[in-house]
């Protein structure tokens, strides 16, 4: 069983549709670009970039993983999580 804080602590780590739709447009894509790129459907992004926040299921946690993981090591792409004392962003790493 997972404790508090480290289940707190995953969570943050997952992408926001905030950090999603601002790296989107930090790297100048459109929906239908990203979700090619990221090998998902245009559909299943647009649905992602809406969610609400609250319990995310299993089946969207492994593509939101797999998103921050594509698009860090893949499209240079570095997130910021929320902490107490700053807000979460996205900027570009240099090659």
Same mark, same amino acid.
Not at 60 to 69: G, S
Not at 75 to 88: N, P
């Given at each position: 069983?997972? &404790?508090?804080? /480290?289940?707190?602590?995953? #969570? !943050?780590?997952? $992408? ?6 601002? /790296? ?9 670009? $990203?979700? !090619?790129?990221?090998?998902? #459907?245009?559909?299943?992004? /647009? ?5 609400? /926040?609250?319990? +995310? ?7 939101? *993983? ?5 698009? *860090? &090591? !893949?499209?240079? +792409?570095? @997130?910021? @999580?929320? #902490?107490? #004392?700053?807000? !979460? ?7």
């Amino acid at each position: 069983m997972v &404790n508090r804080a /480290a289940k707190d602590e995953l #969570s !943050e780590e997952l $992408l926001t549709p905030t950090l999603i739709r601002a /790296a989107r447009a930090l790297l100048g894509y459109d929906q239908e670009a $990203l979700a !090619e790129r990221l090998g998902i #459907s245009r559909k299943t992004l /647009a649905l992602i970039e809406t969610m609400k /926040a609250g319990p +995310v299921d299993p089946r969207r946690r492994r593509v939101l *993983e797999q998103m921050k993981a594509t698009m *860090e &090591n !893949e499209m240079l +792409v570095e @997130f910021i @999580f929320a #902490s107490k #004392s700053t807000g !979460e962003g996205v900027r570009l790493r240099r090659r």
